[in-house]
């Protein structure tokens, strides 16, 4: 019926030129919202349009790279083996994170020698996380992956819709065969359409990495820092050793280096850091794993997917920040206790996936389960925690990237030239 291996987007010839703009709007961001902090923090509406209209992209983006990659690689089987490949890489790895996260706090102990009184903690500041983390559990999750309606799926900004209904039409695809083909190329047209529309909105991203700089320095201020500058110190460099140590040994074992792999995504990168978000990036991501060689119907399945169940980033900050809290809390935590912690933490990190804010509602969810530590304890952190959310973007899109390429490796589906060629272009 299709081609085999359909030939995938490239993106355009690397745009320097957007990559420095995106960091001038950062550093412009900086400055405005620490000298002017009213101003920046009015600025906030610039970030949260331009993520607006990425995410209005997202959901076709993923549906229609997923319901063409499987039509043309003519393979049900296909998706069957890659998410159970994906989902047993996603929990290693983010349960490894969670360890990671327990033995530094542990050993850095960022909370002790605070000595906070737990009844001075205003529980009201953080009610309105515990509430949501409350409706996130498990089964709710699951009832929400299925839509509505069929077409109802590509106007949720949930991701696990829009692939449950990208697989579901994909598979129908292939088994009508040629009588699909003009759907197919009616489709595949529509995917050139969006990324094209995709690449038109990138243009936008300096202002909006200006705005949400502004906004974060101006509303919170980097005298915020200060007062757990230790926290967030210990947050960043294990972050940075993991994605160095942890995804760095596990690109090196399927052949291609991380260092190389975040040159190639560095304008992604800066677009993450300066929004404070992750999604920004997920279109481009693909369109850029894609150009590396990795086949788009693999792209458009575990990158996705990876967005709700692979977060890195998050589970690292969840286990610090839980320790954290009880540390300055003088609350002594028990092995088993820890333990609990660790693998309540697997679970409500799940349920919450794909939420606003799903790092502190994660932690939320957590705390609500373990009656040790105070949820009130989230007030001593919530300052801050728009300054570590960027540090947890970074890692949970470093983690996807590594997965999308390992994956496409391990299924067979990685042109290891077309990868090489990518990363050591400069």
Known sequence: MHVANASPLHPPKPRSRLYLQVLVG?????????????????????????????????????????????????????????????????????????????????????????????????????????????????????????????????????????????????????????????????????RQLVFQLVAMLMRLAPIGAFGAMAFTVGQYGLGTLLGLAKLVATFYVTSLLFVVLVLGGIARSNGFSVFKLSRYLKQELLLVFGTSSSEAALPSLMEKMEAAGCRKSVVGLVVPTGYSFNLDGTNLYMTLAALFIAQALDIPLTLQQQLLLLLVAMVSSKGAAGVTGAGFITLAATLTIIPTIPVAGLALILGIDRFMSECRSLTNFMGNAVATIVISAWEGALDRQQLQSALDAR
């Open 26 to 190: 950062i550093a412009l961001g900086v400055l405005v919202g620490a000298l002017w902090p009213d101003t920046g923090a009015a600025l906030k509406p610039l970030g949260d349009a331009f993520i607006k209209l990425v995410r209005m992209l997202i959901g076709p983006v993923v549906f229609l790279s997923l319901v063409t990659g499987i039509a043309s690689a003519r393979d049900s089987g296909l998706v069957g083996r890659v998410a159970m490949k994906a989902l047993a890489y996603f929990m290693a790895v983010s349960t490894l994170a969670l360890v990671i996260g327990l033995l530094v706090a542990n050993s850095v102990r960022p909370g002790a020698g605070l000595h906070i009184n737990p009844a001075t903690l205003e529980a009201t500041t953080v009610s309105a996380y515990a509430q949501q983390a409350a409706a996130t559990g498990i089964v709710p999750f699951l009832l929400n992956i299925i839509p509505d309606t069929l077409l109802g799926a590509l106007t949720q900004s949930a991701l696990l819709p829009v692939l449950l209904v990208a697989l579901l039409c994909g598979l129908g695809l292939v088994r009508i065969g040629e009588r699909g083909e003009p759907l197919f190329s009616f489709l595949e047209s529509a």
